[in-house]
């Protein structure tokens, strides 16, 4: 039986083992050669008992860290030799047994102490190249064959001594060896340091008061996430979106549904009803990165470090209480041999969307929509020499407003956790310069009380012929603004020639192997966040610093937050602002336009519909996933759900009837949200927003909870009341 440990000694063995995970970490990224490592820290790394628990793990990149437990689990189905001797080392990266995506290598060392295997030491890192089927990136390739090199329970050490011929396999089967073994090596100094370490802290202590205080370590962690998981209401919670196509087939959006489930102290993530598996590698492995990024999403609204009142362990606890479902053949659950590499892009999108989908019940917890993508890329070419240079970068994207501060700028956001590239150093050693870096002006993030972060433009000129492959998202699903905040804006990327600058290619969020010339030149633009709450609610001094910043021009700080600048004197004048946020509350408020003077050609937007079941505009895809020629995706309501019934307006109306009767006079150009809600006892409150063809209309519904059903539930029968009576206002005043 457990003994039970003292609270002193539990926090003493505690920070030992996150000292180890951190210790294990920094030797990783302080050793790799390669700048995707070394740089922007695409690594993870932590301690694991012999049940492949997460004991403990680095603050690094959310994604490598809690995909490990699923590294192990595959180990454990194919496993050189089936078992474990002291001075092994696996190296694993199959996407159908447990990793995250092929081209982040696990390095795995088991842990003896006292000729007892004890536990795990391991770590993942994101290599340059494994041999694909194009250099650095894949994205449109047949199956998971043309990934590269798939390792699979392979034993590189078998008690302590190498496996040359797999060593040298590994060299002559990569455009970037030396880079890779480099890599590995420092992974495997990173896996033995981590090993000794938790041996050392066994011979201090006792194996058995360890092992016994990880076990009350995750117990606590649990605790304290179920006990945050109870406050929510039961119900279900959902929010859909749609993905830009699968890097083959145009026009073709790929829906993204994504219900929350509160029952008691569990929490379901079900992702039934998203996209189909497609026929590229934009797929994702359903152990290694689609459960991990729920249980990202959870843990980061109810355990966040800075929040949180009490300090919470990072480990096998926070994931306990969370339960992931995705249906075998969808986007989220590839069938074999099915490619699964290009897959940040869509588990980023899911927390995006358990964000919106909670954002009624935990209003002071979400966030608006964030970039929620990622923009990788990977820039290669040929040396003189022969050999090949392949260079990867993580560009950074922006967060949605907050609660309580603007979202941040040009950072990476959600599941991502990298940091940039210096440019000073990609000049230094690769046939490429940035030519610019900066926060975008070409439009203007979503308003809001708090608004939305600026996204980054980063433009990168090859000096050679090279090769571009870009994994990317959001040129269409606009982030979308909360309780009144006005959506973003939606990202591009264009080439052009730096002789040729006049001549834009605007290119597709995602292609792959692209060929360019000398003096191409491959620029980003990130999506910006949406705003969260009433603009007409922001100080109108932060109004006034952002202008001067830069980072708003006047007519939108005029038009969105109804603030006048006198640029001249640089100050508010505050009668004017007060006179005109008087008029614009009195008054049905459009949208006010977010492009700059100077605006760039980009991807048209889509007006925003509402899906019944979430607080925020949310753009849907067509049935058939298909839209029209103008590139804009076809939005359409999501049916009721059968268990309830319709929701009766106040003249008796119905909520198909105010649907069809929305539909029938404005198309889909038209958006509902939710502004505020409260809670008294048994009753509910909501207030709710309907755009349409630039009037802004408000109604307030109000509901008492029945013996039965959920609050959930009764939430969205009063939302959708109050969508009833924006409709019969909108009609009656014949906007």
Known sequence: ?????????????????????????HVLYRMSFSSIIRESQDLGAGLFDTDFNTLCESESTPLHIGSLPGYLAGI??????????????????HPYHGSSHSPDIAVVVPVFHQGVLVGYSANTAHHLDIGAATPGLIIDIPDVFAEGMLFAGTKLYDRGKRNEAMWNFIGRNSRAARQLQDDLDAQIASARLGAKRFAELMDRYGRQMVLDATQQLMDYTERVLRQRIAAIPDGEYRAEGFLDDDG?????RLPIKVCVRVTGDDIEIDLTGSSKQVETAFNVP???STKVACFCAIRSLLLDAVTSDVKVPSNQGSFRPVKVTAPKGSIYNPIYPAAAEARFAQINRVIDLIYKALAPVLPNDIIAGSSASLSFCSYAGIRPSGDYWVFLEVNEGSYGGRPRSDGPDCIDSLMANTRNNPIEDLAMHLPMICDRYELRDDVMPGAGRSRGGIGVVKAQRVLTDAFITHENERHFDVPWGIFGGDPGQVGKVDIYNVARPDDINHMPAKFSGMRVAAGDVHVFYAPCGGGYGDPLERPAAKVLDDVLDGFCTVEHARLAYGVVVDLVAETVDEAATKALRERMRGAPRAKAPTAATTALPRPAQAPASRSRETPAPS???SANGASPPDRRPTPAVAPPRPAL?????GNGGSLSEALRGLRDAYGNAWSFEIIKHSTNGGTIEVVGQLRANGATVRETAVAVAAQSGSLGELLERTANDSLCKCVETLMRNGR
Do not use: C
Not at 1 to 25: F, H, K, R, S, Y
Not at 248 to 252: A, G, K, P, T
């Open 1 to 25: 039986m457990a003994q039970a440990i003292d609270p002193i000694t539990l926090q003493v063995i505690n920070g030992a083992l996150q000292t180890i995970a951190e210790e294990m970490g």
């Open 286 to 288: 359903f152990e290694g």
């Open 645 to 649: 019934p319709s929701v009766a307006s």
């Open 248 to 252: 083959r087939n145009r026009d073709v």
């Open 76 to 93: 454990q189905e194919t496993l050189q030799d089936g078992e474990w001797n002291d001075g092994d080392l696996v190296i694993h990266n």
């Open 619 to 621: 753009i849907q895809p």
